[in-house]
């Protein structure tokens, strides 16, 4: 660590700290950067931290590893050891299994992105092994995208296209998102009457319209996605 962040800490946007265990580790990784930023004039703070939650340990704390430093910028699951850290019988990364009823992974997911999210920071899926099998990678990509993750790891170029589109919103549900967004900042507007609430089409949108229409166009927007619709404000 001394010898890379010394070397070339100028260019490093974060460092990624693998099987995460609690909070101290990700403070002793704090503590080390600092004094290798004094130490070699570098910004203090600048570069930031990528935590993998790797093990049921890691888990059990996510929570504080999220606050543990203001350099924590990602979380992101490590499914291969995470799985055998709590003895799945399963040797497929990510894959459902017939023999259970449901998705396994779902309370995994849901915790490692409900601690980014109640930090502000990125939620990242891990990688999956079978780098030639690209439906059953956007199969697993897919719900981890649904939940809200913010991207996935890929280990292979043939997955690169399936996770950006994956992790993109539809051409419909972005162009929809837009149309929120302007309906709704018309009808809070002078010209729009300054309603609370308004109707677009058969579907009443509020202000928490407008924040899950944030999600949808930013990352649409971030995809660099082109509207193919546009609002029309109702005549009187």
Do not use: C
Not at 46 to 64: D, F, P, S
């Amino acid at each position: 660590m001394i010898e890379v962040v010394g070397g070339a800490g100028a260019n490093l946007d974060a460092i990624m700290l693998p099987k995460v265990q609690d909070a101290g580790q990700v403070q002793a990784l704090d503590m080390l950067l600092t004094q290798i930023e004094k130490a070699n004039g570098l910004e203090v703070g600048k570069i930031g931290i990528e935590a993998q939650i790797e093990t049921a340990q890691g888990l059990i704390n996510v929570n504080q590893i999220a606050f543990a430093s203001p350099r924590i910028e990602t979380i992101i699951y490590g499914p291969a050891d995470f799985m055998a850290s709590i003895n799945m019988k399963s040797l497929v990364v990510g894959a459902l299994h017939p023999d259970y009823p449901g998705d396994p992974f779902h309370y995994i997911l849901m915790q490692i992105l409900m601690a980014a999210r109640a930090r502000g920071v990125q939620a990242i899926d891990g990688p999956f092994l079978q780098v030639r099998d690209v439906p059953a990678f956007e199969e697993v990509a897919k719900r981890s995208a649904m939940l809200g993750f913010d991207g996935k790891w890929v280990l292979h170029p043939g997955q690169i296209d399936a996770a950006n589109e994956i992790y993109a919103p539809s051409q419909e549900d972005y162009d929809h998102a837009e149309l929120i967004l302007d309906a709704y900042e018309w009808a809070t507007s002078e010209a729009g009457g300054k309603k609370g609430s308004a109707m677009l089409g058969d579907e009443m949108i509020d202000e928490a319209s407008r924040k899950m229409a944030l999600v949808i166009a930013g990352k649409g927007r971030a995809a660099a996605m082109s509207r193919t619709s546009s609002f029309t404000p109702p005549e009187d």
